[in-house]
C-alpha cells in the first residue's frame, strides 16, 4: 500500500500545493481524496523528521561517550520503511532500521563512505535478494514484514560551524553536540535539517521540498521550503545528497527485489508517498 502522490510542484510554495475547493464537487465539511493524500504524505514526512532528529541526538550522545575507548564515526544512517497505521487505516506508521560505523579510514570521509556503501549494496543484492532491515542495519525498529521502504537518511556530526572533532574538542558534555541530518524519500522529497546542541538552545531548523502541512497552515514541525536545486547546490551538500540519492535508488531497487521474492506483493515506488526484525529503540 503506497501513499498517493501529493503532486507538489517544486517551484511554489507551500501552501500552495492543496488544489482549491469546489463548493460544487466537495460538500462543506468535507476533504478532498487529494487533500487527505497530501495529509497522509506530510504526516509522514514529519514522522521521518522526528525518527532522524531522535537518531541525531543519540548518535551525538553515542559518539560523545565513546570518543575515547571505542570512537565510531561522525555518519549514521536509516533506512525508512512505512506500513498503514492498523489503528487509523488513512495514516501510515513509520519504522527506521540504522546502521553507525566504528571510526576509521573508511569511515572518516562522508562522500566516500556514501559512494562504498551504495557500491557494497549494489553488490550483496546482485547476488540475492537482500532484506535491508537484517542486511545492512546495526538495529532495528520493531515493523511488520510487507513494511515498504520509502526512503533514506543520514545523521551527521559536522555541521556548519564545524566538524565532529572540532565540536567534540570544545564541548563539556554530549548534549551539546550539535547535528545535521539530509533525508531523500521516495516521492521527491528532499529534507535537511540543522540541529544545534543544548548550549544553544536546541535549536532545530528544518529545510523542505515538500510541504509539511497536515492540514492547512499546520506543520507538526515549522520550516522552511527551499527548491531542490537550491538545497543539492548548496556547498556544504554538493557530493553529499548526490551520494545519498543513488543509495536511495539502490536500496529501492534492493528492498523491490526482496519483497517479491517473500510474494509479499510488488513494491510500490512511493513517487507520491506513501518475519518482524526484532531490535530495541536505540539510535
Known sequence: MSI?????DRNVSPGTDLPPRDSQQTPIGAVSAEAQAQATAADLRSQVISRMR??????AQLAWQQRRRAPIAAYGLAFLFAYPDPRRPARFVLGAATRLWKAGPESAHVDRLLFDFDQ?????????????????????????????YTGVGLSSLDTHTGSWEQARDRVDSGSDIPGRILIVLSDRTLIVCERRGLNEFN?????????LEIASGRALHPYSWVDAEQLRQDSQNLNVLRFLEQLHETLWQADNAWLARRQVGPAHRLHGMPGVHGGGHGY
Open 120 to 148: 557494497h549494496v549494489a553488490s550483496l543484492s546482485r547476488d540475492k535478494p537482500l532484506d535491508i532491515r537484517t542486511g545492512l542495519a546495526n538495529r532495528c525498529d520493531p515493523m511488520p514484514a510487507e513494511a515498504v
Open 4 to 8: 498517493p502522490y501529493s503532486g507538489v
Open 203 to 211: 535549536e532545530f531548523q528544518v529545510h523542505c521540498t515538500h510541504s
Open 54 to 59: 531522535r537518531m541525531n541526538v543519540l548518535h
